[in-house]
């Protein structure tokens, strides 16, 4: 799982609005089904910040397609949760 969480967590860094004059930290969660697509996402906890929100969910649904995870892991959606910062 963690290789592929690497290459899941590169694919959104690459997709990260970049220059942003805002600052807060939020936390999403999204499913990813087997084929790659992506199922759901929502933000599990805000910032505060509505604009910072939404861009993290966003930068989620930008970086969608993701690569079908290994069948080993894929009999079922993944869902994963991961942090945004940004300064």
Known sequence: MNAYSRLVWARI???RPKGLRLAGHT???FT???DGTL?????????GNAELDRL???TVHAAAPYPPPP???APQPLTFEISFAFH
């Open 39 to 47: 199922q759901a996402t929502q933000i599990v906890r805000p910032s």
């Open 56 to 58: 993290a969910l966003h």
């Open 13 to 15: 860094a690459a997709h």
């Open 71 to 73: 069948p080993a892991l």
């Open 32 to 34: 990813i089904e087997s």
């Open 27 to 29: 936390d999403v969660s």
